[in-house]
């Protein structure tokens, strides 16, 4: 008997992240070229994200993502490295915030960005379009 209770704490974290939504509140955002820009995004009911999967990329470009967040920590291995240095998650994390930070923007940065958690049991995913105010405009 009391070994079926060993596994209820494991059972109920799962529980919690099992579904879940990716929202992004604004689904254009206009930075300035040089300068630094966040795109928003978060999980629904502010689900702690920092033992699940988050991946920002381009669309086609899953595989090289500008940012993963793996395994509690940012992976470098697979990244795009036009974006190594540029890009971070401010959060916080804890609360559902995956929100990507880009800096020193440049003109190939614009676009589209897809927003994508995923765990063992479900994934979501969002997308966010970058422009440029300025220069690259005109």
């Known amino acids: 008997m009391v070994g079926r209770w060993l596994f209820l704490p494991l059972l109920l974290s799962h529980v919690s992240a ?41 669309p086609s470009m899953y595989s090289s993502p500008a940012l993963l967040y793996l395994n509690e920590k940012l992976d470098q291995s ?35 960005y897809m927003c994508h958690v995923s765990s063992d049991r479900w994934y979501d995913k969002n997308n966010v379009s970058l422009r440029m105010q300025g220069k690259a405009e005109q």
């Not at 630094?36 to 988050?54: F, G, H, I, M």
């Not at 995956?98 to 940065?109: A, E, F, N, P, Q």
């Open 18 to 58: 099992q579904s879940f939504s990716v929202v992004v509140p604004e689904t254009t955002v206009s930075g300035q070229l040089g300068g630094s820009v966040t795109l928003p995004c978060a999980l629904s009911d502010n689900l702690d994200v920092r033992k699940l999967e988050v991946r920002w990329y381009r």
């Open 78 to 112: 697979i990244a795009d490295i036009k974006y190594q240095g540029r890009v971070s998650l401010p959060g916080p994390l804890e609360k559902g915030d995956v929100s990507l930070k880009l800096d020193d923007l440049r003109s190939s940065d614009l676009g589209m």
